[in-house]
């Protein structure tokens, strides 16, 4: 099987008119289409850029180690920011919740193991890190080569697809 695929080219202007009104809540079209001039200019001119919420986009590989390496500053639990989200009528009341509780969607993402800092975060990893072990891995390399392979002759007979490199 044989697959091409075209990146479309972004002039430098745009790269920049992209750059100075990022917004990961409004991207346009020609940004998703080939995102990578944009991301290699953002670390070259603002590799911590502000967006039109208060976040911040980080864009260098150091930045993010220091940002996930200092839990006191920088926290990953989404409590706060997932409430209005999740957290709201009718999805905390009765039938979806049980009175008192939180949605099950918010409790669902709230939960998950990216959201959460240390301890909780540790004690789930030690869990999970069972199931990650050599052993584990090599027991689904078969499964996972079927899976794979099955994805592949569907991709072909469809004949269109998108992959990431």
């Avoid at 075209?6 to 991207?27: E, G, M, W």
């Avoid at 027991?139 to 469809?158: F, N, P």
């Amino acid at each position: 099987m044989s697959i091409t695929w075209q990146t479309p080219a972004l002039s430098a202007q745009r790269v920049q008119d992209i750059c100075s009104q990022f917004d990961l809540r409004n991207l346009p079209a020609d940004f998703l289409a080939n995102p990578y001039p944009v991301y290699a200019a953002l670390r070259e001119t603002t590799p911590i850029k502000q967006m039109p919420d208060g976040s911040f986009f980080l864009t260098r590989h150091a930045d993010l180690v220091a940002v996930y390496k200092d839990a006191a500053k920088f926290s990953s639990d989404k409590r706060i920011e997932f409430a209005p989200k999740y957290n709201h009528e009718p999805f905390n009341q009765a039938p979806f919740a049980k009175p008192g509780q939180d949605a099950p969607l918010f409790e669902h993402h709230t939960n998950s193991l990216v959201f959460n800092d240390a301890p909780r975060h540790t004690r789930v990893r030690k869990l999970i890190m069972g199931a990650l072990t050599r052993r584990s891995i090599d027991a689904m390399e078969t499964g996972l080569i079927q899976l794979v392979d099955s994805l592949l002759d569907q991709l072909e007979a469809r004949q269109q697809g998108d992959l990431i490199e």
